[in-house]
C-alpha cells in the first residue's frame, strides 16, 4: 500500500519523535553515571559521613550521589552505610567492597571510586603498613589500623593478605560528634559532670539500709508486675571539647568499659578472646571463654555462645553472685550505680533508664545507660528459681 504525503509526513514525525526519546533516556542514564563516578565524596571526604544524622544534609547528599536505597546501600556501587536502629539514626561504620564480595547474601560489586587513606583492594599487607602505621590486631585474614580518629578493618580475600575483599571504617570509640578531617570532630559538651558529693555515714548507711530491706525480702515475686520506666533525657549540645582529653581523665573502670564496647562492635570480641574456659555460672551456660579484659569492682568477666557453639558471642561482667537475699547485692549496686554515672554522663550523650526487674520487684532496678551510637550498658539483677541473686554488667551494642 502507498503512503499519501500527509502519511509520510506523520511517520517521518514519529521516527523523529522515536530518535529524540531515546536521546534523552540516554542522557538520563549517561547523567547518571557520571554522578556515581564523579562526585563530593570520594577519597578522605567519605569518612564525614560517620556520625551523621541518617535524615541530616549530608547524608541525603551522599544518598543522592551515589544512588543509595532506604537501607542507605548501592550493591552496584560497591557501597554499603550501617545505621544504628534508634530513634536518633546515626551512620556508626562505612562498608566499601571489591569485586564479588557478598554482605549478608547479597552480592556486590566493586566500589570504583578513589577510596579513604590512599588504599587500593589491592593493596597487601607490607603495603598498608606503609600507608596506615603498624596493625593493632589482626587475625588469618583481616587487620585493624587506627589512623586519624578512625578505625581500619581490612578484611583480605585470603589469609596470604594479598588482596582487599572490602573495608570498613568507623569512627574512634568514644568520638561522638560527626567526624571531620580537620579535627574539629570533638564530642559536643553541655557542661562538666557533677563529682557526686560524698555521702554523709548517715546517708550511706540509710541508703545501704535500703537495699538490704529491699534485697532481704523473702515475699516471691508477682506473676506479671507491672514494668516502670523512668528516664533522663541527654541536654542539648553547646561548645566543643577534646575527646582525647576527656577520655584521659577518665578511670580505669571507664576505660575497661568502652574496650569492651569497642571489641564487641569492630571485632564481634574476637580480639579479646581467650581458650575455652569451663565455669560454673549463674545462667548454666555451656561454652565460655576467658578474655583479655578486667573491669575493676568486677568477680570475673566470660564471653559466652548460646544457645550453640557457633552462636554469636556476648560478654558479661558478674559484679556480685550469692546463695540467697543479700545487703551485699544493694551495696554493690549503688557503688556501681554511682561509678556509671560519673564515667558516662548525661552531657557525653548518654540517656539512663530504670526499669523495675520482674524476677525481684522490690530489689534493685536495672539501670541501663544508653547511647545513640553506642548502645546500650546495662546494670542487670537477676534471681533463679533457687533463690541465686546475680549483679552483672551486660551491654547491647551495634552491630551490622
Not at 338 to 351: A, V
Request: glycine content about 6%; overall charge neutral.
Amino acid at each position: 500500500m502507498k503512503l499519501c504525503p500527509s502519511d509520510r509526513v506523520s511517520a517521518d514525525f514519529c521516527d523523529g519523535n522515536d530518535i529524540m526519546t531515546r536521546r534523552i533516556i540516554l542522557l538520563v542514564l549517561l547523567c547518571s553515571a557520571l554522578r556515581a563516578v564523579a562526585g563530593e565524596f570520594t577519597g578522605n571526604k567519605l569518612l564525614e559521613v560517620l556520625g551523621e544524622d541518617r535524615n541530616g544534609a549530608v547524608c541525603a547528599k551522599l544518598k543522592t550521589e551515589y544512588l543509595l536505597d532506604k537501607a542507605m546501600k548501592n550493591p552496584e556501587l560497591g557501597i554499603k552505610l550501617t545505621v544504628t536502629h534508634d530513634s536518633v539514626s546515626v551512620i556508626t561504620a562505612l562498608t566499601l567492597t571489591s569485586g564479588g564480595h557478598e554482605i549478608n547474601e547479597i552480592k556486590y560489586k566493586e566500589f570504583n571510586r578513589e577510596l579513604p587513606f590512599g588504599i587500593s583492594f589491592d593493596d597487601g599487607e607490607e603495603t598498608l603498613i606503609q600507608k596506615l602505621g603498624e596493625a593493632k590486631s589482626g587475625g588469618d585474614d583481616r587487620l585493624k589500623f587506627k589512623k586519624d580518629g578512625i578505625t581500619i578493618n581490612v578484611y583480605f580475600k585470603s589469609s596470604a593478605r594479598k588482596k582487599i575483599a572490602f573495608l570498613k571504617f568507623t569512627q574512634n570509640i568514644g568520638m561522638v560528634g560527626p567526624y571531620r578531617m580537620d579535627g574539629s570532630h570533638h564530642a559536643p559538651v553541655v557542661a562538666a559532670a557533677p563529682v557526686p558529693a560524698k555521702a554523709d555515714a548517715s546517708t550511706r548507711d540509710s541508703r545501704i539500709a535500703a537495699a538490704k530491706a529491699a534485697t532481704d525480702n523473702t515475699a516471691k515475686p508477682a506473676a506479671n508486675p507491672s514494668k516502670t520506666v523512668s528516664s533522663l533525657p541527654a541536654p542539648a549540645a553547646a561548645g566543643k571539647t577534646s575527646v582525647a582529653t576527656a577520655a584521659a581523665n577518665k578511670s580505669k573502670f571507664y576505660q575497661a568499659i568502652m574496650s569492651v564496647i569497642e571489641s564487641g562492635e569492630e571485632e564481634m570480641f574476637k580480639d579479646i578472646q581467650k581458650t575455652p574456659s569451663a565455669r560454673s555460672n549463674f545462667w548454666n551456660y555451656k561454652y565460655t571463654y576467658g578474655t583479655s579484659i578486667a573491669i575493676p569492682g568486677e568477680k570475673y568477666n566470660m564471653l559466652y555462645s548460646f544457645p550453640f557453639q557457633k552462636s554469636q558471642l556476648d560478654f558479661v561482667s558478674v559484679l556480685e553472685e550469692t546463695d540467697g537475699a543479700s545487703a551485699s547485692i544493694g551495696t554493690k549496686y549503688l557503688e556501681i550505680e554511682t561509678t556509671l554515672k560519673h564515667d558516662f554522663p548525661n552531657s557525653e550523650g548518654w540517656i539512663y533508664h530504670y526499669t523495675v526487674n520482674p524476677e525481684d520487684p522490690k530489689g534493685p532496678k536495672d539501670f541501663e545507660l544508653k547511647n545513640a551510637k553506642l548502645g546500650s550498658i546495662v546494670l542487670d539483677h537477676s534471681v533463679n528459681p533457687y533463690g541465686k541473686h546475680v549483679l552483672y554488667l551486660r551491654f547491647l551494642l551495634q552491630y551490622d
